[in-house]
């Protein structure tokens, strides 16, 4: 640490802080994962505070994941490295919470307009990113192929198509390769589906999201991002105009192509350019 932080002020502004201070240190690499803080008696004296102060600071830094305490010998304040499944949850959680209206709304539909649309838009632009990514790097997506082959069986319940659903879009984060990308695709996905209501899905709606994401399947598959984008670009349109209208908002013309048939709903095998030997 280069140097002490100002003493002034209240107890709880100094320990937010040093708080701040210790973060900065640990976040700029000063300090890495494993590493374990000066003591509270070293850490008190640099800053000049009581232990109660420092420990309101340690305690901030713990709730943020950023240290854990370890009792007994050779215990102490250590750095963590989160895992990515772990930021996601909590970040999640967070945007979930964020989400949620101020006041109860009257009407249910509006409600779940007011804190979904928000998470649909930003959920279909980080699947933008992910597949797009998916396609360039020419990604296995066996896992999205395996979810796409459970949702062309509409004998499943409403609830194991939705579950598919949530599982098909996480893989597709993974298969980005990104692991930012992968961690707030993830986040962004829990908080949207941790909150769905356990909606009626009709056989038309199954398919035409199915087609979705075949389409979205077909582009990654054939490594053309651009065909990705048109896929998730319909999504949201679909998506959107449900929303919509399960809230009873007048929607306009709709640009909703035709329903699939089932024979187009199989992704074809992806074709191989001949290297000339054969």
């Known amino acids: 640490m280069s140097s002490k932080i100002p003493t002034a002020g209240q107890r709880g502004d100094r320990a937010s802080t040093i708080a701040d201070f210790l973060q900065s240190n640990i976040l700029s690499g000063h300090y890495r994962a494993g590493d374990r803080l000066p003591s509270e008696a070293d850490l008190c004296a640099h800053f000049g505070v009581s232990r109660p102060t420092l420990r309101e600071a340690l305690g901030r830094l713990s709730a943020n994941g950023l240290i854990v305490s370890r009792r007994g010998a050779g215990g102490g304040a250590f750095i963590t490295r989160p895992q990515p499944e772990d930021c996601a949850a909590r970040i999640g959680a967070l945007v979930a919470l964020a989400c949620i209206p101020d006041a ?71 298969a980005s390769g990104n692991p930012v990308m992968t961690m707030l695709g993830e986040a962004v996905i829990e908080a949207e589906f941790r909150r769905l209501t356990a909606e009626r899905i009709d056989t038309r709606t199954r398919a035409r999201l199915l087609s979705f994401h075949v389409r979205l399947a077909n582009g990654i598959a054939g490594q053309r991002p651009e065909d990705t984008d048109a896929a998730l670009n319909a999504l949201w349109e679909y998506e959107f105009n449900r929303l919509g209208q399960r809230d009873g908002v007048e929607q306009g013309q709709n640009s909703f192509e035709r329903p699939p048939r089932m024979r187009d709903l199989r992704i074809p095998p992806v074709q191989h350019l001949n290297n000339g030997n054969g």
């Open 104 to 174: 109860p709304a009257e009407d249910d539909g509006e409600a779940e307009v007011a804190w979904r649309a928000p998470l649909l838009a930003a959920r279909i632009q980080l699947q933008m990113g992910c597949a797009r990514l998916a396609a360039l790097i020419g990604a296995d997506i066996g896992d999205v192929r395996a979810e796409i082959d459970r949702q062309s069986d509409f004998s499943i319940d409403d609830s194991s198509f939705r579950a598919s659903c949530l599982r098909m879009y996480l893989a597709l984060c993974a």
